[in-house]
């Protein structure tokens, strides 16, 4: 299984650059075509998410990104925020959970924070052929 | 690529072009210009998505937002989206059923 791993301030800025990155790993995973919106738009939201949870409370540590390409394309993102606010009501959240059919949200096990981890298919036909 | 921003007049409505990406980074821009057209005092503001790659629910917020703005102000307002992916994350937050949307400049300026 390869990983590739981002770090980045939590500022929107970065957001696209984590989408971009995200999208290059999940087509070279064996994601399908059909699919890869729907990863970006994902990969996106969660960022975007950490990115506004650090901000809420002034926190400047980096938010963790890490896209792992094994039997599946999985995404983790972590931030590091003391926010009471959870994924459940905004406009964000239903997107998450409406486009990624294995989406799991849960506090971090070390301290505050949570982790966001998303997963997709890969085609294995596509994994052979690198 | 990044957002790019134009106006023009079609048939009284003033039709703000949208181009690139739509996010939490650019959104913010998009509803400044929105804030800028309506409180200019056009009675029509029409958005049109067509060069639109990419919007996030930052985005879809500024668009709700601009909506209430807009009635607030008095003016009508319309979103052009006609690209499935687009229109797909209005389905699935419903915001199709809040959001008057047209598939074409010409069917929102007609309206």
């Given amino acids: 299984m390869a990983t590739v791993r981002l770090e980045f301030t939590p500022e929107p800025a970065h957001v696209r650059t984590a989408r971009l990155v995200g999208v290059a790993v ?3 995973a064996g994601v399908p075509d059909d699919q890869l919106d729907e990863v ?3 990969i996106g939201e969660a960022c975007a998410r950490a990115v506004a949870r650090h901000q809420r409370v002034g926190l400047r540590d980096v938010v963790s990104v890490a896209f792992s390409d094994g039997d599946r394309y999985v995404v983790q ?5 003391d926010d009471e606010e959870q994924i459940t009501v905004d406009v964000s959240a239903s ?6 059919k294995d989406l799991q949200v849960r506090p971090l096990e070390g301290g505050p924070g949570t982790e966001v981890q998303m997963a997709w298919p890969v085609r294995r036909a596509s994994r052979l052929g690198r | 690529m990044e957002l790019s921003l134009a106006t023009r007049v079609v ?3 003033t039709v703000l072009e949208v181009g690139g990406e739509v996010d939490v980074y650019t959104a913010p821009k998009l509803r400044e210009r929105i804030g800028e057209l309506l409180e200019s005092g056009v009675t029509a503001v029409v958005v049109d998505l067509a060069r639109v790659d990419f919007m996030d629910s930052t985005g879809l ?3 709700v937002g601009a909506q209430r703005r807009a009635r607030t102000a008095g003016a009508t307002f319309g979103v052009v989206c006609s690209r499935e992916s687009l229109l797909k994350i209005f389905r699935i937050t419903a915001l199709d059923q809040v959001l008057p949307l047209y598939p074409s400049v010409d069917a929102a300026t007609a309206s």
């Fill in chain 2, 11 to 13: 048939a009284a409505h």
């Fill in chain 1, 26 to 28: 999940a087509r070279r």
């Fill in chain 1, 95 to 100: 997107l998450l959970q409406a486009i990624v």
């Fill in chain 1, 40 to 42: 970006r738009l994902a």
């Fill in chain 2, 61 to 63: 917020g500024v668009l």
């Fill in chain 1, 77 to 81: 993102v972590w931030d590091h925020a």
